[in-house]
């Protein structure tokens, strides 16, 4: 249960170090799992950048954190707690927020109301909430946008 995260987390992170989101800047990256443990770790990641700030140095990919983390997209898979939103909305818009489920895995979690995130209600009002589970990704999928209007 907690390697997903913390993959999601390196992953991420190696993305940034690497210089692949400054090479490959419309790539629209969607992070699984809030992000894993990157929204949290955000400061901490970021602490180098300001090490590196006025230096020569500061063109290295690590200064550019907090404008990498903006621009990935997080999902709600196994996520929707308010303080894992509230972690996700520090680092980016809330725009960068989409639906996710990771079914069929959290078929066996998530049974009752036929809301399968119910907890979202705890950070974002209903308007939101339907940007996050539609408009959003209809907003970053402009192919899917015209196919289903």
Do not use: C
Not at 6 to 18: E, I, K, N, P, V
Not at 27 to 56: D, E, F, K, M, N
């Amino acid at each position: 249960m907690t390697e997903y995260p913390f993959d999601t987390t390196r992953a991420a992170t190696q993305l940034m170090l690497a210089g692949v989101l400054d090479r490959y800047p419309s790539i629209r990256w969607q992070l699984a799992h809030a992000g894993g443990t990157l929204p949290y770790l955000a400061h901490r990641i970021g602490l180098v950048s300001r090490v590196l700030a006025g230096t020569p140095l500061a063109d290295l990919p690590i200064a550019k954190v907090a404008d990498y983390l903006s621009r990935f997209y997080y999902d709600t898979a196994l996520s929707p707690s308010p303080a894992q939103m509230r972690a996700v909305l520090e680092v980016a818009p809330i725009e960068h927020i989409v639906a996710g489920t990771d079914w069929p895995f959290s078929g066996a979690l998530l049974r009752g109301s036929g809301d399968p995130q119910p907890e979202l209600d705890g950070t974002f009002d209903p308007r939101q909430r339907l940007l996050v589970e539609r408009g959003n990704a209809l907003s970053a999928l402009p192919g899917l946008r015209a196919r289903v209007g």
